[in-house]
């Protein structure tokens, strides 16, 4: 596997790592020349300021983009056009009509294509997914998101919706391993020029429900999650990765080995790509999460429930 990157911003430098130290990186791109020049120097790989340049040069089989949102389209397009396989951060697309061209055009140039949502890599979830899988606790009933920080004054192009609750949401639907008939939001904003606040509820099947808060306010890093089951309620941080269970038997520490969720997504990606059966995030399900999203943003601009059928 020959692999490029697309963008080493503040999260593309540690695809960056992980890629070098699996020995499958051989050139990197960034408009930023600095940047380029820095990390080409770092990995002692070939750099580029612009994709079209690194598309008439060089000779590989799969790209990360790790660019603002608001690019992705346009460089996507462009390697798959090319017949390369790509890892898109998330979300995938800001309009989910330009994620639903872009996984047609990965069908017809009979490459892999997928979008970050990262948590699922996350150990944590993945121990939360096996227990309701398995019914471990019963049925899932409800789950409940936290995911709160200080503004990212990078973040230009979009609102936190689509920056941060888009993360919640594709594990929720993972999780439920279903997708919302109903979403209602409400949303504003305090110092962005985006939204900076919002609380989502998403309604499944049986009344089954999930409820996401996001804010760019709180002056701290808080990432956690509750899944309430018919027999114990089960508490995560996706940041240290514990997992606890609650029932009638008291307080239960699940014990679990923290690892990074970044390397296993691009270990999976990468293996997908060599054509094995790995998990990775089915661009259907990536489609679906921008289209919650602009469900989200618009429910709390017109203050009414948005209704969806997704496949
Ligand atoms: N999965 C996660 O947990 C997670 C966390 C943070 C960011 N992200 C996603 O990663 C992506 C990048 O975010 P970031 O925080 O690193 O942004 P950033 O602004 O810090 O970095 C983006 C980089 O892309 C470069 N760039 C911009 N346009 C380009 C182009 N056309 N061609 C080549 N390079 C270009 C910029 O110069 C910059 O170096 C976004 O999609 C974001 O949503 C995901």
Request: net charge negative.
């Amino acid at each position: 596997m020959k692999i490029v990157q697309i963008g080493v911003g503040g999260w593309g430098k540690n695809h960056i790592r992980i890629l070098s130290h699996l020995g499958v990186l051989t050139a990197v791109c960034d408009i930023d020349p600095e940047k380029s020049k820095e990390y080409g120097k770092k990995y002692s790989i070939n750099h580029y300021e612009t994709l079209d340049e690194l598309l008439n040069v060089e000779d590989f089989d799969g790209a990360f983009v790790v660019t603002p949102t608001s690019t992705h389209t346009e460089i996507v397009e462009k390697l798959l056009v090319a017949r390369k396989h790509v890892f898109v951060e998330k979300p995938m697309t800001y309009k989910s009509e330009e994620g639903e061209k872009l996984a047609r055009l990965a069908e017809e140039s009979k490459v892999i294509l997928t979008c970050g949502y990262i948590e699922r890599f996350n150990p944590a979830v993945a121990i939360v997914k096996k227990m309701v899988k398995e019914k471990k606790f019963g049925d899932l009933v409800m789950l409940e998101f936290h995911r709160e920080n200080r503004i990212p004054l990078h973040v230009k192009d979009i609102g936190i919706i689509y920056d941060t609750s888009v993360h919640d949401i594709d594990t929720s639907n993972w999780l439920f391993n279903d997708m919302p008939h109903v979403v209602f939001a409400r949303a504003g904003k305090i110092k962005q020029d985006y939204e900076d606040f919002a609380s989502i509820m998403l309604g499944y099947r049986n009344d089954r429900v999930a409820i996401i808060s996001s804010n760019w306010i709180t002056p701290k890093k808080l990432r956690k999650f509750n899944a309430v089951c018919t027999d114990a309620m089960i508490s995560s941080d996706f940041i240290t990765q514990e997992v606890i269970v609650e029932n009638d038997d008291g307080i239960q520490i699940i014990p679990n080995e923290k690892q990074e969720p970044l390397l296993l997504e691009i270990q999976n990606f990468l293996g997908a790509a060599e054509g094995k059966n790995e998990q990775i995030v089915k661009l259907q399900e990536a489609v679906n999460v921008t289209k919650i999203a602009e469900a989200a943003l618009l429910s709390s601009q017109k203050g009414i429930p948005i209704y969806l059928n997704l496949k």
